[in-house]
């Protein structure tokens, strides 16, 4: 059994696993909508609250994030066997996404805002350290895309449509981890038993797996487009 044979798994069934990652990640929204909006206590709340750690949707979202570090490394391993430049730096964003899934499950970007509440002139959306993490992460993202553009832009020329998924996916979970984030220091944690935040924080999460989940389908569509043996023909190995 060849693992990602094009005989075995294909784009459509790549198509069938996002549509049940969506309709999961709306089932875990609306639990949680439901159990805190109704003010229900007991295990079935705490196991799906999404305003916690050490949840199923916590777990989940992990996973997810591994799931896509795991995907884009071996991408980029079989990129190597031809001749693009793009091979090292899709195994540089599957090491990445590994980090967010141990951000995700130990809650990193909390510890290292603690960490630079001691220093005054890093900004702050609200409290002593609130929102820090969130010019550390931009600040990182913006050096590594400076420096791995081109590799982008020949992973752009050769797949289009799977950068722009990648790119689509990225800016929900952006909107989700960032924006809704931002918004929430802003507006809404001054009252954390409001409806209102509990709906941001809905928002928030459901916007992070659902553009994780698009994240993970781009790089499935490209790991089977790599095992392809009709594309394998077409592109020179190395010596």
């Not at 999961?24 to 799906?48: K, R, S």
């Not at 795991?70 to 964003?93: C, D, E, I, N, P």
């Not at 001054?190 to 928002?203: F, G, H, K, N, T």
């Amino acid at each position: 059994m060849v693992l990602f044979s094009p005989f075995r798994v294909r784009v459509r069934d790549a198509d069938h696993l996002l549509r049940l990652l969506i309709l999961w990640e709306c089932l875990l929204a609306g639990v949680y909508l439901l159990t805190t909006l109704t003010g229900m206590t007991g295990p079935i709340q705490q196991l799906f609250d999404l305003d916690r750690e050490k949840t199923i949707p916590a777990l989940f979202s992990a996973l997810q994030l591994l799931g896509i570090g795991v995907a884009f490394w071996f991408s980029g391993l079989w990129s190597q066997s031809y001749r693009v430049s793009y091979a090292g730096f899709l195994k540089f964003a599957g090491l990445g996404f590994v980090f967010l899934a141990l951000d995700e499950a130990a809650a990193i970007h909390e510890r290292i805002g603690k960490y630079l509440r001691h220093f005054d002139w890093i900004p702050r959306l609200s409290g002593a350290h609130g929102g820090v993490w969130i010019w550390v992460y931009l600040s990182l993202a913006l050096v590594i895309l400076v420096i791995t553009h081109r590799r982008i832009l020949a992973l752009w020329r050769e797949h289009p449509k799977i950068v722009l998924l990648l790119a689509a996916g990225l800016g929900i979970f952006l909107l989700g981890a960032v924006g809704m984030e931002i918004l929430s220091y802003l507006f809404f944690r001054q009252a954390e038993q409001s409806w209102l935040y509990i709906l941001q924080v809905a928002l928030e999460e459901l916007l992070e797996m659902i553009g994780a989940s698009v994240v993970l389908y781009a790089v499935g569509v490209l790991m089977i487009r790599l095992r392809n043996p009709h594309y394998r023909a077409r592109q020179p190995l190395r010596n």
